[in-house]
């Protein structure tokens, strides 16, 4: 049997967008009354970990990391753009955000309560199916995350990542990161300094291209063996 591998995924390719276009005009008009849309400046914390939930993130648009952590030591699960749901675990009880999000751009989110969302999905059990979607294949991102960072080495799981931001984030080869070396760290569950060692190993054999904070990805096969090895 032939082996599927894929990339480390850090966003779900679900438009979260067509959940609104299920709902009916009462059902809009309960959301839009129970929401506040809210900018945040690059770099502004949106929810930090272990403050109380009481709504669930619609990001419009801009980028994010979710990360959590415990004393001195953080891991970013995952990297979204815009149209993302962030925090539909609020919906059934979660009373303190498991999570911090901060915004690597300039963001846009809605911020919609819970009790309208519970509302919602009592009553339109086409939306409630869409979300749970959504719901479902961030759970299968967190799966994927999960085998990368404990069954690949740092190699792997820095091609991993590369892949993903050229891919799903950017999809483009060329890419301003957006992110420090100490997040990538976080990123990868590796120090920042194999970070460094590894893009310097990547330049050297000719995967990838760096200036500053672009990157170029020039061999793209030879990075998708490298996560594919592990």
Excluded: W
Excluded at 59 to 66: E, N
């Amino acid at each position: 049997m032939a082996t599927i591998h894929q990339v480390n995924h850090c966003e779900t390719n679900i438009d979260a967008g067509n959940c609104f276009k299920l709902l009916t005009e009462q059902e809009n008009m309960l959301m839009q009354n129970n929401k506040n849309e809210i900018y945040f400046k690059k770099g502004e914390t949106i929810i930090k970990q272990g403050t109380k939930a009481g709504d669930i993130l619609y990001l419009k648009t801009g980028l994010v990391k979710i990360t959590i952590n415990e004393g001195d030591n953080s891991l970013i699960l995952c990297i979204k753009t815009g149209n993302h749901f962030i925090g539909t675990e609020n919906i059934y009880g979660f009373d303190l955000h498991p999570y911090t999000v901060t915004a690597l751009a300039d963001t846009v989110v809605c911020f919609i309560d819970t009790s309208a969302i519970r509302q919602i999905i009592k009553q339109n059990n086409t939306f409630n199916a869409e979300l749970y979607k959504i719901m479902t294949n961030n759970a299968l991102i967190t799966y994927d995350r999960f085998f990368s960072l404990t069954q690949k080495q740092l190699h792997g799981r820095f091609a991993d990542i590369l892949l993903c931001l050229s891919r799903k984030i950017f999809k483009s080869s060329k890419f301003d990161l957006p992110l420090s070396r100490k997040d990538l760290a976080a990123l990868t569950g590796m120090a920042p300094e194999s970070v460094i060692r590894i893009i310097k190993d990547f330049k050297t054999d000719n995967i990838i291209a760096t200036k500053g904070k672009r990157i170029e990805i020039i061999n793209e096969p030879l990075l998708q063996k490298i996560s594919n090895v592990g």
